[in-house]
């Protein structure tokens, strides 16, 4: 196996890692002192200036979609990086050492996965009037997937109803845990539902384009994770009371909803699993140079044994996700979603679980520095921790992998299906 990034992917990381030098880490500082401003004036849901600037710049520097493959930007009409999903995956780690750069090269989520899933299965008059918007980063999207009342991490339990009524559909449920709803630039929602409960398990549901101005949507209150509400990107509660759309808006047709979430759902643990590890990199990063500055019992903490071996495992933990991630990324390309589902699965359990305690070590070497936002780890931490629950909990995958080693040893295979999970 060749572990080398391809020529084109090096030259990316070089130039990526320029503009976050010279443009995302300088900006941190004015990121947290404009959303403090926003919050006094009562403007906390608004789109940050700091943000907003940094867009053309990355745009004219060529760092702009990077995330779209050579397939979806063929059905979008647009053109992206031309990257693999193994060529994507280090640009990811690079700008997920801090958590709202992805946003400044319009790779964020869940935008990134809804551009995909528009452009592989919108019609031409969807494409037109939502991803050509989102591509350009003039307005952002969510995914309405997770629900309060019951099990979200089997998606078959979802409870909304997505029910013809001549030449529309008529939406009606209750959502939560919607990432991206609160942004007042978010002008659609995916929203999966139930279209025929009568259906086969795996056919009950679609996906439907719904605009985030229809009559019927109605956002409860915003949520907080771990006391941050992720301001002006939010998750919200909400509620789809009648809501019509035009039937065209269905996504390729009627009980199609988990084949789509398929498609959607690789890619995407990728990116997550590679920000995440860029974030546990930084906090690495942070727990040694803070390590080597602090004194404590007559030598630095550095020198103290136990930081010594947490650094060292931290070292282990990132490089074996890392490698785990890439050839999860690497089977995607060359055999396909359904071939690479128990690396996706494992990529899923590893990642996250991983970057907590990376984040969680170097927090204990920052002391009472870690638990406040002098230091990125705490607000780190909340992102690491929620991913254990964004796309399906840790269990669920679990489960499936152990299936399908099992299934390795039964005599007619494993007849597990990957799981569709998202949230709680």
């Known amino acids: 196996m060749d572990f080398d990034y391809s020529p084109k992917t090096q030259d990316l990381q070089a130039r990526l890692r320029q503009f976050m030098d010279d443009h995302i880490y300088p900006s941190e500082p004015a990121y947290a002192a404009e959303l403090a401003a926003n919050t006094a004036a009562g403007k906390r849901w608004t789109a940050l200036d700091t943000i907003e600037q940094l867009k053309p710049k990355a745009r004219a520097a060529g760092l702009w979609n990077l995330f779209l493959p050579v397939d979806s930007a063929a059905a979008s009409g647009y053109d992206g990086a031309g990257l693999t999903n193994q060529e994507y995956a280090p640009l990811a780690e690079i700008m997920g050492r801090v958590p709202w750069a992805s946003e400044v090269f319009n790779c964020s989520a869940p935008d990134t996965g809804n551009m995909e899933t528009i452009a592989r299965y919108g019609s ?36 909304t109803r997505i029910e013809r009524d001549g030449d529309e559909y008529v939406i009606n449920g209750r959502k939560w845990w919607i990432s991206g709803a609160a942004d007042p630039r978010c002008a659609v929602f995916i929203t999966m539902g139930k279209s025929d409960p009568e259906a086969a398990r ?11 101005d229809a009559p019927g949507i109605r956002v409860l209150r915003p949520l907080n994770v771990f006391g941050y509400d992720d301001a002006p990107h939010g998750h919200v509660e909400m509620v789809f009371e009648n809501v019509r759309v035009p039937a065209s808006n269905i996504l390729l047709g009627e009980g199609r909803g988990f084949e789509i979430a398929q498609g959607r759902l690789g890619p995407g643990r990728i990116h997550h699993c590679m920000r995440l590890i860029g974030l546990a990199e930084r906090a690495l990063e942070l727990m040694c140079r803070r390590a080597s500055s602090r004194t404590a019992f007559g030598k630095t903490v550095a020198q ?66 870690g638990m ?53």
């Open 202 to 212: 795996h056919s009950q549901q679609s996906m439907v384009l719904v605009p985030a």
């Open 372 to 424: 406040c936002d002098d230091f990125p780890l705490a607000y780190a931490y909340a992102n690491a921790r929620t991913l254990r629950f964004a796309d399906g909990p840790d269990e669920v995958h679990r489960n499936a992998i152990a299936k399908w080693e099992l299934g390795k040893y039964a005599p007619y295979g494993s007849t597990v299906e990957p799981p569709i999970t998202r949230g709680c």
């Open 124 to 159: 031409d008059e969807n494409k037109a009037r939502w991803l050509k918007p989102l591509l350009e980063g003039k307005i952002r999207s969510a995914f309405a997937m997770t629900e309060p009342d019951v099990a979200s991490s089997d998606a078959t339990n979802i409870e």
């Open 304 to 369: 103290q044994t136990v930081t010594q071996e947490r650094i060292a495992e931290a070292r282990c933990k990132i490089d074996m996700a890392r490698l785990l991630t890439l050839k999860a990324a690497w089977l995607m390309d060359v055999a396909g979603n359904k071939v690479a589902r128990t690396e996706i699965a494992m990529i899923k359990v590893v990642a996250p679980s991983m970057a907590c305690q990376v984040i969680d070590w170097a927090m204990q070497v920052h002391g009472g520095g």
